[in-house]
């Protein structure tokens, strides 16, 4: 694989140079720079420095000194391709596909010379024979950045407004590739643009063009016609936006004659046509997208364009209409300003509902906004914001859609969201955006907002009192349900979703007591994983076990007569009935294990051999000396040593705990594991009947787990 010169720069450019190096060697600030011992040639005196703007580093007692590159290749021993690919992830820039994509973004350019010259536009190079995506050069953001203007925002007459409202669409229209009916219109409209000239060098045969050259020759057009058409870019300025910032980003205008596109770029149809940009009506009309709109382009996280949203001058709608997904552009990849905040080297990043408040906070020197494409954010997105900063703060709308946006969003960030790794959530006063409040009320004033925004579980303790009547112990339960939903989509393992159903236990209940949740104190380190908080519980009450748990949990769920519709079909096809569940049965060997032991320790009992063992005592010292005595008798090495280490931590937090609020955990806990491993034979199951009984003892469990648990723990809460 060839990789071009401009992704190496940028590779070497954007990495976080001193991040690399700082597993190696403790380094610290000094002045622009951070110094520490060298990681070569391990030295006691600091000569080592880094320095973070230039992203080179230098040792003044050995002489090593490099790039990211280098050290990825001379420290850490990499070659040229690993070094690339790890240089790669860390920054997201993507390295150059292999010839089948290349082939993907390819289209034949047809044979067809421009239509008319136009002395007044700069010439644009359509044709380009080098089909290797080449990275966007993108200028570096003023040193001191321009404050909003706080010009208000007018209502703009649209261009050629004859034309703009012909025609009105659905908003749904534009959220798919299929093609619609506008009518008869008048094919021999003036295009808004006037005369037209290529170079000559653009004017050749070469049959084919690629993507990301036409998208940034589109660019460019959409930009020139935006200095030909006042009343376009007096919109802009009217949003408070500078001549700067407009060049910055780069926006443009889309004229509105219905077919401009293609006598501007008339060997370029096929292209066109791939990226969603000219379409054709069901009575065999081409027409363009994007008209009579103001252009936003959508670059990747190289700076590339990859598609284009456009936003009506008047009241057309929709408001917003964005390039559909092509070979080069997919929505869930994208964050419309990552590149720029990139590009500034942002610290903390905000997400966004709208391209302007992007804009205009970038504008006002808040750098890090970044918005999705037109619909919510989802896991990817999420996970790649937190690779940049443990931090990121939502801000949406004040309004109920915007505050239902929010919801989905901690939603979808919640299983990509480790220990460790915060959400913030910001809303505006008195139902301002970003945009608007930069203009009213400025730069610091929507600082202090960020910085005041609420913590997570704040925030989600704010939702369920605006949603339920809390002094009810019947939405109390349904508050808790409705918490359990979502804790529930954390990692598994989570530190975060426990301490979080404890905050929010404590703010429902109002007091400290009673059900300070187990789970909670049970993972109070942030690395126990169910089961081994199952067996910590297990070895602390082992009566637990006496009445058959699991056998009590699948008859209260109705996990044990779900497969009664499939009966008849069973037996026509000779298929078994899956076993149900048990200890031995459940997938986890220190579970199954822990409990063959309990077994043997009855029976030793029953010998006459352990008569002193008792799993009904409850005392504090009855308590520890039995769980020590299970332990011993282990048959697993590892097994002991990894409750040992445990036990007496969660021994010491159990003792402030009611056996009725630590049955509760370890009920909880049970009905996880075994929802777990009802997935995994769902997942497992290659038997389309046997997985559907899978499914459905599944969903049982879930069921049961949202409406008993949660029941109970509301009871509790309100004695």
Known sequence: MRIPESVLEQLNSQADLVSMIRKHTTLKPAGREFKGCCPFHGEKTPSFFVNPQTNLYYCFGCGAKGNPFTFLKEFERMTFMEAAKTLSEQTGIELPKDDEFAKKIQYKRKSTKPTAPNSQLKSLSVNKTNTQPQPQTQSQPQSKPQEANTAPHSNNTPINSDLSNTYPVDTAFYDDDKTYDFGEYDVNAPAAFGDWQQNPADTTDESHGDLY???DNLKRYYQAMLNNHPAAKAYFLSRGLSEETITEFELGYAPS?????EEAFPQDIDGLKMLGLVRQSQKGREFNLLRDRVIFPIKDRQGRTVGF???SLGDDLPKYINSPESPVF?????????????????ADFLMVEGYMDVIALHQAGIYGAVAPMGTAANERQIASLLKYN???TLCFDGDGAGQRAAWRTLEVAAPVLPDGKQLRFLTLPDNHDPDTYIKEHGRDAMRAQMTNAVSLSDYVFGVL???????QPEYKAAAMAHLKELTGKFPKGSTFKHWLNNEIYK?????DRRFTSAADKANYKGQLNASVQLCLCILYAPSLLDDDPIHQILVQSGVVDVHAPFVERLEAS??????LPTWQTLGDEMIAALVRTLDNLEKLKKMGVMSDFDTQANTAEAINGRAHTIMASLPNGALKSTLADEWQDFFVQMQTHSLENFSLLFKELLSQILQDSTKRQHEQSKNLLLSEIHKRRLQALIAWDNKHIKTQAAALLDR
């Open 213 to 215: 050259s036409l998208l």
């Open 257 to 261: 004659g219905w077919q401009h596109l």
């Open 309 to 311: 949203a456009g936003r």
């Open 330 to 346: 997919q929505k869930q990849h994208i964050l419309y300003g990552l590149y720029e905040a990139r590009q500034a080297r942002a």
């Open 390 to 392: 443990d931090t990121l």
């Open 465 to 471: 009192t605006a949603r339920f009547d809390l002094s």
């Open 507 to 511: 703010k429902l209940s109002g007091r």
């Open 574 to 579: 000779e298929l078994h009935l899956p076993a």
